[in-house]
């Protein structure tokens, strides 16, 4: 597919697939830095700064159980990397202009049994805004299909320009949103894949019922010049400039 499709695309659909962009030595690599993360969780006391870990039964963090760093980027600079990754910011420049920052990275390792990422939601909610300039993108480290948690994706939903009303989820974390479900698509992928959508797109995950792990990174890239208040470029850690100025 040309870029031009791939553009096209991206803006009809609300959503790009790039199978296996991260492979060999590469993907290797990243893995790794995940597993050390994954490893390093087990003596991260409850409460610690960017590490959460899955809710059990009663409601309590499960400290076997890691459900995801936030500001992986923070935590671990090597991943910066993955998000400075030329082929990803070729694309992106396409869609967000030259200069680009990436904001609010994220590594959910989703674990087997049990291990969680996302319901059904939009990016944009967390960021305040309804701007169609905020790519997300989501980077799969393993194969990944319905039983270990694959993404699912409400294909032109973010065309409505609308943010749905999100509910605080009662049994774990975030806010997530109701919708009818038959509209509704897997985004199963093998690893390596990358997959960049609106963050006006509605989309979610399911969990991970399987005996494999469904490493995976998201973050968001953004005009340089585009001003969020939750997200300022000075002052919020998990922002950085990856491209131009």
Not at 1 to 6: G, L, P
């Amino acid at each position: 597919m040309s870029t031009d499709k791939q553009i096209d695309q991206f803006h009809e659909q609300g959503y790009l697939i790039l199978e296996k962009l991260i492979d060999g030595k590469k993907l290797d690599c990243y893995i790794s830095i995940f597993d050390e993360l994954v490893d390093r969780s087990k003596s991260v006391p409850i409460g610690t700064p960017h590490w959460s870990f899955e809710i059990d039964a009663d409601r309590q963090q499960n400290p076997e159980l890691l459900h995801k760093v936030q500001g992986v980027c923070v935590v671990e600079s090597r991943v910066l990397e993955i998000a400075s990754t030329p082929m990803i910011l070729d694309l992106v420049e396409k869609l967000t202009g030259t200069d680009i920052d990436v904001f609010g990275t994220k590594f959910f390792p989703k674990l087997p049994h049990g291990g969680t990422s996302v319901m059904w939601h939009q990016d944009n909610f967390y960021f305040g805004t309804t701007s169609d300039q905020i790519v997300s993108c989501a980077i799969y480290f393993d194969d990944t299909d319905r039983e270990n948690g694959c993404l699912r994706i409400i294909p032109k939903s973010h065309l409505h320009k609308e943010i749905a009303t999100h509910n605080k989820n009662p049994y774990g974390y975030g806010h997530w949103t109701q919708i009818d479900e038959s509209q509704a698509i897997d985004v199963a992928v093998p690893a390596g894949t990358v997959v960049f959508f609106s963050s006006n797109l509605l989309h979610g995950t399911y969990e991970n019922k399987s005996e494999r792990s469904r490493y995976s990174t998201a973050w968001h890239y953004i005009p340089a010049d585009l001003s969020l208040e939750r997200f300022p470029r000075v002052g919020y850690g998990d922002r950085y400039t990856v491209r131009g100025n």
